[in-house]
């Protein structure tokens, strides 16, 4: 039996797809064994998303050959879709699988191994850009047994200007809902409470559908909602422009959906967004906010921010602070914008200096620390509905901890009947512990 080892870099997307190959290989009869042991195969699900990631990406795989010089060292992805002329002169690397090619794992191994001689490394790499085909990975099984992640969407349509993915993931392509509920049905067989809906660009899902084959993202998250045994329904990040009065009032109609919104900003600053090719102002984006908090009691609404963008000005960056303060995020993810090769960004005058970067990233971390704890304190003597998780020692006491639908984290502390993991209880918070974990009595 030959062994096979994964290493993920990374998207969510890229870890169901990372965890959808593994259950490839075993199917086909490999023993999955960690990554730091030796293994017959050892395969790196690439990242591209920055030059930071293109080095990680290549750190892994020469690691991955140094560790077992006579293992088959594969790199799947983003990485070998940007770089792939690049992968085939590396003598660590001895088979290239691009994006749209994953499914085909096994077959491309059953066949390297029955070359008797090897000539060079394999190449399976097509066009993205020019494919309209939505690649079928399935899951039956992750590690975590209450939430599943499911990717139901790839590529994307945008071209934001410091972006590589529309490059590396191609044009927006859909996974058929028949499928997408199929695979949701088994999950939830199989135990399965909760689903986390992801994609590059889920808010794009079904806009390459033929027009008589008309469904959106609203139709597939209505065929999930009455599966039964699924009792939570999150989504992954969404572009601002689809919340709509519409599209808000038919989720707030459909209690499985939890009320955890992450739109992403990049920038409270037009001119920057404009820079950015982000198709929406601080205006529309404010706007969308005020809509989730017509239909949803305080939903939790996060966000991505990008600092130190190419022409980024103090009274940019000021605005963006500001913007931040006024819709009042209950998390915001920081990043410092990191140059990627093949974007116009990276071509754009003004970069920002990185201690100028690093100080705008502290002063917005500082911001969202604060912030984050102000939406927990609002949970504090309200009934929350937690699914538990895992078993914890919080604060030297033995605890259930779970997430409630705003995926804010909570501990029950452990006593007689206490329920287990995958368990819904429902209480009310009295306490906060450390600024983030709420604490039932």
């Known amino acids: 039996m030959r062994t ?122 097509i066009d993205i850009g020019a494919t309209h085909e939505y690649e079928e990975l399935k899951i039956s099984r992750i590690a975590d047994h209450t939430r599943a992640f499911l990717k139901v969407q790839d590529g994307c349509n945008q071209f934001c200007s410091y972006c590589i993915i529309p490059y590396t993931r191609g044009r927006v392509r859909s996974r058929r809902p028949e499928d997408v509920v199929e695979e949701v049905e088994k999950l939830a067989a199989a135990g399965y409470r909760e689903v986390v809906l992801t994609g590059i660009h889920l808010s794009s899902y079904g806009v390459d559908f033929p ?21 939570r329904i999150r989504l992954g990040s969404l572009e601002p422009r689809i919340i709509t009065e519409e599209f808000v009032r038919e989720l707030r109609a459909l209690p499985k959906v939890c009320p955890h919104f992450h739109l992403s900003l990049q920038s409270g600053c037009d001119e920057t967004l404009r820079r950015m090719n982000r198709h929406y102002t601080t205006e529309d984006y404010a706007a969308r906010c ?56 990276d071509r754009m005058p003004d970069q920002v200096p990185e201690q100028v970067k690093h100080a705008r990233s502290e002063t917005l971390l500082a911001l969202e620390k604060q912030m984050s704890e102000a939406y927990r304190r609002r949970c504090l003597g309200k009934a929350q509905t937690v699914l538990l998780e895992e078993e914890a020692v919080v604060d030297g006491r033995p605890c259930m901890v779970g997430f409630t639908p705003a995926y804010v984290k909570a501990a029950l502390p452990c006593g007689e009947g206490t329920p287990g993991k995958n368990e819904l209880v429902t209480g009310v918070p009295e306490a906060l512990l450390d600024g983030e974990l709420l604490m039932f009595p």
């Open 211 to 231: 027009k008589e084959e008309p469904e959106n993202l609203l139709g597939l998250i209505k065929r999930i909602h009455g599966i039964e045994g699924i009792c």
């Open 290 to 345: 005020q809509i989730l908090r017509e239909y949803y009691d305080d939903p939790a609404i996060t966000t991505d921010v990008i600092v130190g963008f190419p022409g980024e000005t103090e009274e940019e960056f000021a605005k963006t602070r500001t913007f931040l303060e006024q819709i009042g995020f209950y998390e915001m993810h920081i990043f410092k914008y990191s140059r990627r090769a093949g974007t116009r960004a």
């Open 4 to 125: 096979a080892a994964f290493h993920n870099l990374g998207c969510k997307v890229n870890a169901y797809e990372t965890e959808a190959m593994q259950q490839l290989l075993e199917a086909a009869g490999y023993q999955i064994v960690p990554f730091q042991e030796k293994a017959d195969v050892y395969l790196i699900n690439t990242c591209s998303v920055t030059n930071i990631a293109d080095r990680k990406s290549r750190q892994m795989l020469h690691r991955a050959k140094k560790q077992n010089p006579e293992a088959v060292v594969v790199a799947a992805g983003c990485y070998v879709q940007a770089a792939s002329e690049e992968l085939k002169k590396d003598l660590s690397v001895d088979i290239i699988i691009g994006n749209n090619k994953k499914q085909e794992l096994a077959s491309i191994l059953e066949d390297y191994f029955r070359e008797k001689e090897r000539q060079g490394g394999h190449a399976f790499v």
